[in-house]
């Protein structure tokens, strides 16, 4: 199954270029078969997700969210993958927002770590989400790099993903697992046991 796991439309973040129509059609066009809809500090109202899921039979359409979380030197964000309730928009804190997302197991995913100053630095203070941003097309390959050398030391997996906030940021890196994916809980387990696949066309 080919997977975006961090997409963004501008139905939910002012910073995205396209609408979720058009980031879907362009999914589906790139044979994608799942996607998880992670906006900034948003969530998706369930009946809407539901709208768009019946519109696109073709893919799986799961929700998720992107959390901006406080740190010692700035801030980071946090993908967690299957989240609907607007509760998760209060939490600043990461280990709080590890411990809910772990109640309901959600995939946790540390986004581009080096993409800027503190970025990461909820690992510094012993709080390990479930696997890290490798590859995007918004990180520098150095900062991928740095990635990786991260979640070897604690032995973490990385994932590639879009981080798309436009069409254009599709088909450029991704994963692939063997299995098909039924719910979030089932993509935590695979991402915990990296039997999953990291792509990228570049
Ligand atoms: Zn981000
Ligand atoms: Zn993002």
Excluded at 33 to 40: G, I, K
Excluded at 74 to 82: D, K, S, T, V, Y
Excluded at 140 to 163: H, T, Y
Aim: charged share 25%; hydrophobic share 40%; with cysteine.
């Amino acid at each position: 199954m080919k997977i975006e796991l961090h997409l963004h439309t501008n139905r939910y973040s002012g910073c995205a270029k396209n609408s979720p129509e058009e980031m879907l059609d362009r999914l589906v066009e790139l044979h994608y078969q799942a996607v998880f809809l992670t906006e900034h500090d948003a969530v998706w109202p369930g009946d809407e997700l539901e709208n768009l899921q019946r519109h696109w039979p073709q893919l799986r359409i799961f929700p998720g969210l992107e959390l901006t979380l406080h740190n010692f030197r700035g801030f980071g964000h946090l993908l967690i993958l299957g989240a609907t309730e607007p509760e998760f928009l209060d939490i600043v804190d990461p280990g709080e927002a590890l411990a809910r997302a772990r109640q309901k197991d959600y995939p946790t995913i540390l986004a581009h770590p080096y993409r800027w100053e503190g970025a990461a630095d909820m690992l510094e203070k012993g709080y390990y989400p479930d696997a890290i941003e490798c590859s995007t097309p918004n990180v520098f390959p150095e900062q991928a790099i740095l990635a990786q050398v991260k979640a070897g030391e604690f032995r973490m997996p990385v994932v590639n993903s879009g981080d798309a906030h436009g069409v254009d940021f599709l088909g450029r890196y991704w994963i692939e697992t063997a299995e098909s994916i039924e719910s979030p809980a089932q993509m935590r387990q695979i991402l915990l046991e990296g039997s999953y696949d990291n792509c990228s066309a570049e």
